[in-house]
């Protein structure tokens, strides 16, 4: 059976997995909004730029995405270590997902209000920020929260450039043990509870956000 | 096969394909040139890839870096006058770091074949890695290749144990015997579970890493014989980079003369090879072109 030490090397790769994660999901964010306010914008170039971006880093598998970043990007003049490698690639991913999120809110988006206020004399930056943000992200919280849970899944293949995750930790454990069953059921536990206090965070939010107008 | 499951199959197949061919097409146009000797004296440091869980060549055990591997990468620092960085990571990521320059060397057991030598230089065998199977202690039905007949047996998905499969199968042959079911693993630790559990009868994996298996856990496996034609493992470095090659045959020949191959192959690979040549043979004893 699993040894306290092996619980803690596990506990270890699942603070990898956490921090890894947390961190493409604060900046994906954010990177997504801009994707989507490029690809809805008036500027064809800046458009198709989006467009293009979104629809390759989609369609690129993250494992590939993953060591294009860190064995393809040097040949570039541009190095990373593996840690910052392995949120880059994960949070140019995750952008790419919730930018097409963000992109169905703002086009779901009553053009009667954004109309109303401009005829407030509010400017376009005021208006988005006022009147469109608000509503955006409360459409887009449950989609996007689904997002981040589906990016801690694909995490484990940060590992392809040796970035020791919850998953790798718990192969790396089985190789030694010969028993990859209570390793990566241990592992398994520690993933479902990762993503339960994530999605029970999200309840929290979109109950404040119903109950509360504005940004939560 | 339902007709629906056909196409979702081949669907995946086709997305695998492309999938692959775009991280070879990608790396193929980033790849650049491995820094040679006098580029590594000159930055002061060589930058080595190692495997993670590979015992008994590279493994982990609580976040300290263990096996034979580790042992000869140790001894390599001590006599190499530059810094040696090393990166662990998985196998896969290991040939094509190397192949992409991104490492200077892969200082990994790896296994030298026609294919990989096409984008890749090794140095000396380090060990042997011909092919072998394991048994559930006193399964009496099978005591020598001929019995594998009909048997089902595990192998690594796309590794050399699924290579060998083909001279098995001929191997077989000879004896009037055909080759039976095959199950694919990602890693052998769940093969080894599934020879236990009865799903397996046998499982084909090196001959190194099949004697580490029995040598920690006798009462439920059993080495049996080699399978297929000889082959070794060695070290890899980037096609061309014949310094650091050399540079690395040098500090082997030289293990292997005062006889730190033979002790440090007892203590952890649990068997000795003291026949291996001075060059990288391909499988079946074929010199390079």
Redesign the interface.
Known sequence: MLKL??LG?LL?GAGITISVSALAISAGIPLGLALAAGRTGRNPLIRGICATYSSFVRA??V??FV??I???????GIGFD?FPAAVLALTLNTAAFNGEIWRAAIVDFPHGQLEAARAFGMTRRVAFWRIVFPQIWRASLPALVNEMTLLIKVSPAV????V?DLT?KA??I????????PTFLSAAVIYGLVLLMLVAGARWLEKRLAVRPGFA | MSRSAWIACAAVRTLRCW?MT??LL??G????SAASLDEIKKRGYMVV?TE????PFE?????TPMGYDHVLLALLRKSAGFEIRQ????W??IL??VA???YDAAVTAAVITDERAKSLDFTIPISESTMAYVKRTGDNRIKSIKDLSGMTLGVQQGGASFQVLPDLEAELKTTGGKLGSIVQYG????A??DLVNGRLDAVIHNIVSLST?IS??PQQFELGQRVGKKSYAAWAVQKGNKSVTDFLDAFLVQQKRNGSFHELQEEHLKIVFDQLPDEPLLPGDRKMN
């Open positions: 030490a092996t090397d270890h690129v598998p494992v590939t060591m294009l860190y064995f393809g990007l040097p040949a570039l593996p590992a392809i450039i040796g020791v790798r192969r790396q089985s190789a030694v043990t010969y028993e990859p069953l | 999938a775009g991280a990608g790396l146009i980033l790849v650049v890839a993670d869980d590979y015992p493994y982990v055990v609580n976040g990166e662990i990571l998985p896969q990521g094509p770091g992409s320059g991104k890693a052998f630790s769940e080894y579970q298996l920690e856990k």
